[in-house]
Every structure is written in structure tokens, then in C-alpha cells.
């Protein structure tokens, strides 16, 4: 019922930075909240940022506080991620993903919904 779908990886260098977008649609009423993952190669999921779809409360993995930032678009039809000063050990598979309640923000398996992820490539 809930479709997402993330877009904007590819490769950039090593310092600079990225902007990925998670669309979001279908019956996005039920959402309380919508996070971004990754998952390197050979490597768990990992829990980056989320943001409380109503309320804009956000939360930060404590390895990406300061370079990471999550927002909602004031139309309510995507989320972003933007990352800076990044670093080749970031290299990985983005998702983004929704939850219908709030508690345990960095689970993934609070998650029901997820995208297909896109790839952001780092070079060195």
C-alpha cells in the first residue's frame, strides 16, 4: 500500500557530497516514520537517520551525526538525505523505508516498507 523509491546514488569523490530523494506514495497516512539504511557488501543493514513523518522529529546514527542530515519535503512526496564530506568506507546500497509506529527508530525490523535502494559509489 506503501510504495517508496529512492534516487540519486552514483559515484562521487571522495570529500565531496550527495543528495539522495525517497519518493513517497501510496497510503502514506499510516506512516510515522521514514528512515534511510545502507547495506555495504558482506555487511548488516545500517541504521543512518529518520525523521518522524508528522512530527519532524529526527534521529541520527551516532556514526553520521554532523554529516548527515533527513528532511521532508513540504508537499509531503519525498524524503531526502544529504550527506557530506564523504568517505569511500560509505560506499554501500541506500534504502530508504517507512514505519507505521515509533519506537525503536534504528531497527530495521520496525520497518514494513522499503525501496529498492540505490547505489552511492565512493572513490578514494
Known amino acids: 500500500q506503501v510504495q517508496l523509491g529512492e534516487s540519486g546514488g552514483g559515484l562521487v569523490q571522495a570529500g565531496g557530497s550527495l543528495r539522495l530523494s525517497c519518493a513517497v506514495s501510496?497510503?502514506?497516512?499510516?506512516?510515522?516514520?521514514v528512515g534511510w539504511f545502507r547495506q555495504a557488501p558482506g555487511k548488516d543493514r545500517e541504521f543512518l537517520v529518520a525523521v518522524g513523518w508528522r512530527t519532524g522529529l529526527t534521529s541520527h546514527a551516532d556514526s553520521v551525526v554532523g554529516r548527515f542530515s533527513i528532511s521532508r519535503d513540504q508537499n509531503w512526496s519525498a524524503v531526502s538525505l544529504q550527506m557530506l564530506s564523504l568517505t569511500p568506507e560509505v560506499t554501500a546500497v541506500y534504502y530508504c523505508?517507512?514505519?507505521?509506529?515509533?519506537?525503536?527508530?534504528?531497527?530495521?525490523?520496525?520497518?514494513?516498507?522499503w525501496g529498492k535502494g540505490t547505489q552511492v559509489t565512493i572513490s578514494s
Open positions: 501510496g497510503q502514506i497516512t499510516g506512516i510515522g516514520v
Open positions: 523505508a517507512g514505519a507505521s509506529e515509533t519506537l525503536s527508530w534504528s531497527q530495521s525490523t520496525t520497518y514494513s516498507y
